[in-house]
């Protein structure tokens, strides 16, 4: 079973003003994708998730030219031999850095989807995991920057249908971030888990501010406070209180992350599948992570197959976290251009899904009516 094709389609679709959320890079204007097809010569279809890199037009044309030349007539079941080839002549020397850990993800999610369809198999099993109830957080693009009390309005019905933790936007101000941060957890009391992402917004001084408050609140970790490759400053806020430091969605491969490990700083860990190489390389960062004692806790992008995959996941390692469940309002890539990746139930919990591979249908056609809009994602 030969990979006969690959085909990268870059998407977006703009987020109208009535569901745009401002975080710590600023107000969400669209919202962007790369959805990475590959056909075997027997006639077998997988599809993955590669993260738009905030430039889906140029992630996609990387993927449909060279990468796809690398793996052409490759063993479309050989996950580790496509990967290791992409990245000797591509990733390892040379060659475009995260643009090219962000493409291969694609192209090995897609992969894996293949051998579960050849085999029958949902991913997890073919993972060796086993179906259980992973506990969720709501994430992704919502609960940001706006008065306490529609913030915890929001929180409201997000609780009211099962989750047991919430994920809180910060990098606003310290103060203001304290204020959203302490009306949440005066409204639902200590039972509810409080995470917080400043999404790279702080400087060394705001968390040295913020932290001795998230400390008071509970909160269970402070989420991305500066750029991933900006190690000292994590070296430095360690000490600033006990909130644990989390990152990892901008950090490619297990070769970033050994070093995120050994500087001890960062102690939840959140790769992202459709970035850090795909499931391949997310076991062995799983793996590593496994070796020191930390949690995996992944980050998960755009559309319902890196959602699904990260379950699937999620249920085949023994130091995995949480679930990032996508709840912001209006996700087309989530609700209309998969079938349903997950549910959460009144446990606040998903499970994997049980059909072949991912366990996803995908609408092609949806893809040719969402063409990629370029330009920034974020203002």
Not at 260 to 281: C, F, H, M, W
Request: glycine content about 12%; proline content about 6%; hydrophobic content about 40%.
């Amino acid at each position: 079973m030969r990979i006969a094709d690959v085909t990268a389609h870059p998407t977006s679709f703009p987020v109208p003003p009535s569901q745009s959320v401002t975080l710590g890079i600023g107000r969400a204007v669209k919202r962007d994708a790369v959805v990475v097809k590959v056909t075997t010569d027997d006639g077998l279809v997988g599809y993955g998730e590669a993260h738009h890199g905030r430039a889906p037009g140029a992630v996609a044309h990387l993927v449909n030219t060279t990468l796809r030349q690398l793996v052409l007539g490759l063993d479309a079941t050989d996950v580790v031999g496509v990967w290791a080839r992409i990245y000797k002549m591509q990733l390892g020397s040379h060659g475009l850095g995260a643009a090219t850990a962000i493409g291969m993800s694609g192209i090995d999610m897609a992969l894996w989807d293949i051998r579960g369809k050849a085999v029958g198999w949902p991913l997890y099993r073919l993972l060796g995991g086993v179906s259980r109830p992973i506990p969720a957080y709501a994430g992704g693009v919502s609960l940001g920057y706006q008065e306490p009390a529609a913030l915890v309005e929001e929180a409201s019905a997000l609780v009211a249908t099962g989750y047991r933790a919430l994920k809180l936007r910060i990098g606003d101000s310290p103060a203001q971030d304290l204020v959203r941060v302490g009306a949440v957890r005066k409204a639902f009391g200590e039972e509810l888990v409080l995470l917080t992402d400043a999404n790279t917004g702080y400087t060394v001084e705001d968390a040295r501010k913020a932290m001795p408050g998230l400390d008071a609140y509970g909160v269970g970790w402070l989420e991305e406070p500066f750029p991933a490759h900006d190690y000292r400053s994590y070296q430095m806020a360690r000490g600033f209180g006990r909130v644990p430091l989390a990152a990892g969605e901008n950090h490619y491969t297990r070769f970033e992350f050994t070093r995120v490990v050994e500087d001890g700083a960062i102690t939840v860990l959140q790769p992202d599948l459709s970035k850090t190489g795909g499931p391949t390389e997310g076991l062995r960062i799983a793996a590593l992570a496994g070796a020191w004692k930390l949690p995996i806790n992944p980050h998960t992008s755009m559309t319902g197959l890196n959602m699904a995959a990260t379950i699937h996941f999620l249920a085949a390692i023994d130091n995995g976290g949480y679930f990032e469940a996508d709840v912001s309002k209006g996700n087309l890539f989530r609700d209309a251009l998969v079938s349903r990746p997950y549910e959460v139930g009144r446990d606040g919990c998903v499970r994997p899904l049980e059909k072949p591979g991912l366990g996803l249908d995908l609408d092609e056609e949806f893809l040719a009516r969402h063409p990629v809009i370029e330009g920034p994602s974020y203002v």
